[in-house]
């Protein structure tokens, strides 16, 4: 199996997991087939969509090549008949999920330096190649971002875009160095959510004597 065929494989899992992941969503949420429909596909495709964008691939491969937006709606379709079952599933979607945010950290960093897009530059379009996805779904079923929360999400995918450069200028871009990349990805956020790991947040001190607003009185 040649390399673009791995990258596009790893790309279409990607698409149909965060298709599924989108639609259960908007299953909970109780959107009609089209809602169900329309969440799962900006779940699995508006990360691409940006990265694209970004790196001047016009039109994006969302729009050009009919796999992506198939993968994406015969999966969205197909948990919308089938939520009864996969509702009993939840660890199984948290894992999948991870699964495809550690796919789409890979192919979204590896398609931005193959654009010779700088490092640095590379490294934020596969992290919100990954998590661009998630957050249209929970701005579209009205949750806070997952991304803004305590949990690590993006920063898994930060640092696996991170070891894909590093891979790439040492030139090991074969299967085996990013499938190590992926796994990084997917172990972070699998452990982050078993072991409660989350990211600083602001504490609030307590109401001073005299009233004053605690929310203007921040320990940072």
Do not use: N
Request: proline residues 5%; positive net charge; hydrophobic residues 55%.
């Amino acid at each position: 199996m040649t390399t673009s065929t791995a990258l596009l494989l790893a790309d279409l899992t990607g698409v149909a997991v965060f298709a599924a992941s989108g639609a259960s969503a908007a299953v909970a949420k109780r959107l009609d087939l089209f809602g169900v429909a329309f969440v799962g596909f900006v779940a699995a495709l508006g990360g691409g969509i940006f990265r694209d964008l970004v790196i001047d691939e016009v039109p994006p491969l969302a729009f050009a090549d009919w796999r992506y937006a198939a993968t994406a709606a015969i999966t969205a379709l197909a948990v919308f008949w089938l939520h009864p079952q996969l509702a009993r599933l939840r660890t199984t979607v948290l894992v999948l999920d991870a699964a495809g945010l550690a796919l789409f950290t890979v192919t979204g960093t590896l398609k931005a330096l193959d654009a010779r897009v700088p490092a640095v530059g590379a490294c934020l379009i596969g992290m919100l190649t990954a998590i661009g996805g998630g957050l249209g779904r929970d701005l579209l079923t009205a949750e806070i971002p997952v991304v803004l929360r305590r949990e690590i999400y993006a920063l898994a995918a930060l640092a696996g875009s991170v070891l894909v450069v590093l891979l790439y200028v040492t030139g090991k871009t074969g299967p085996a160095p990013l499938t190590a990349a992926a796994v990084l990805v997917f172990g972070l956020r699998l452990i982050a959510l078993r072991r409660r790991w989350s990211a600083p947040i602001a504490t609030l001190r307590p109401p001073r004597a005299g009233g004053a607003d605690p929310r203007t009185d921040r320990d940072w």
